[in-house]
């Protein structure tokens, strides 16, 4: 499922990351039980692959957020692909709290146990202390926000918000949280992994075009959602087949002319009928972030 090899040539590593990532690594030997926070469409690309190593000897759960954004028999098929690593998983929604109970119920099962370890051992009272990671805009503060019930950690919209380690102690309980700033890893390997980054602005829009962004998503989404396309923006399918059939011209050029369908039916023009394209493509990208295409997993367990 790893598809990172075949260097390509995208960095994305802001100078506060590596401070970051030494801190994790200091935290992690203090931790019983690591929360990884994923995006349930792109539950791959938006795992940080230098923690595999670190993590291999710890708890851990696979937290699916955004869940209701990917399609719901892929969220069951993730789980079970994690179940046979060994791995629990659970989907998320963070911001409707779907979940969250069933989230919650798993780590506390994990500290029950731990509990009755430390108690064989004569040290009671001591807290059970829970890491979240993940990589930047995968809802880490949100879902922190939704488990304490309250707003206890700075939450945003913008890759990289969080920036400061923050504890969080649970009412009525044993379990601590850590909240950890998103980090991404030095250099994202493949085109296809910093793509999928993109689509759900993991990685700022200003690293790889809007344009690009967007024609890489259009293509996805005829290929694989076109009935759902076809409905959002109101153009018949057989007006798309007819234009992926011509072979007249290449077939980047079939899909930047669906793209300019888009835009001339979203009022995405200049005065004198040009289309927008970078607006077009914001229309496109924002679409699909919000679900208003559909519930669409990109990366799907093979």
């Not at 994305?12 to 349930?40: F, S």
């Not at 209701?68 to 998983?89: P, V």
């Not at 879902?143 to 990289?160: E, M």
Request: glycine share 6%; charged share 30%.
């Amino acid at each position: 499922m790893d598809n990172r090899q075949n260097s390509v040539n995208i960095n994305w590593y802001p100078g506060h990351m590596a401070k970051t990532k030494k801190q994790i690594v200091q935290d992690i030997v203090l931790v019983d039980v690591i929360l990884e926070i994923v995006d349930a469409r792109i539950p791959i690309a938006s795992s940080n692959p230098e923690w595999e190593e670190v993590l291999k000897n710890k708890n851990r759960i696979v937290v699916l957020n955004k869940a209701d954004l990917a399609e719901e028999k892929e969220n069951q098929r993730w789980i079970s692909y994690f179940a046979t690593k060994g791995i629990i998983a659970v989907c998320t929604d963070a911001n409707s709290g779907k979940g969250i109970p069933e989230l919650i119920k798993k780590v506390e099962k994990i500290a029950n146990e731990k509990q009755k370890q430390l108690g064989e051992k004569g040290r009671i009272g001591k807290p059970i202390r829970v890491m979240i990671l993940g990589i930047p805009n995968v809802g880490k503060s949100s879902l922190i926000n939704r488990i304490t019930k309250k707003a206890s950690t700075v939450v945003g919209n913008k890759p990289g918000v969080t920036r400061q380690k923050q504890w969080v102690r649970l009412s009525n309980s044993s379990i601590e949280l850590l909240d950890t700033p998103g980090m991404l890893w030095p250099k994202l390997q493949t085109r296809e992994i910093a793509i999928h980054l993109a689509f759900t602005g993991t990685i700022k829009d200003d690293i790889i075009p809007m344009i690009e962004i967007a024609y890489d998503l259009t293509k996805f989404l005829l290929q694989y959602k076109k009935q759902a396309f076809a409905e959002r923006y109101h153009i018949e399918e057989k007006e798309i087949n007819t234009i992926l059939a011509n072979n007249q011209q290449e077939e980047n050029e079939n899909i930047l002319e669906i793209m300019q369908l888009v835009g001339r039916k979203r009022g995405a023009i200049f005065s004198g009928g040009r289309i927008d394209e970078e607006k077009t493509a914001r229309i496109l990208i924002d679409d699909f972030r919000n679900g208003k295409i559909g519930r669409i997993t990109i990366e799907k367990v093979k």
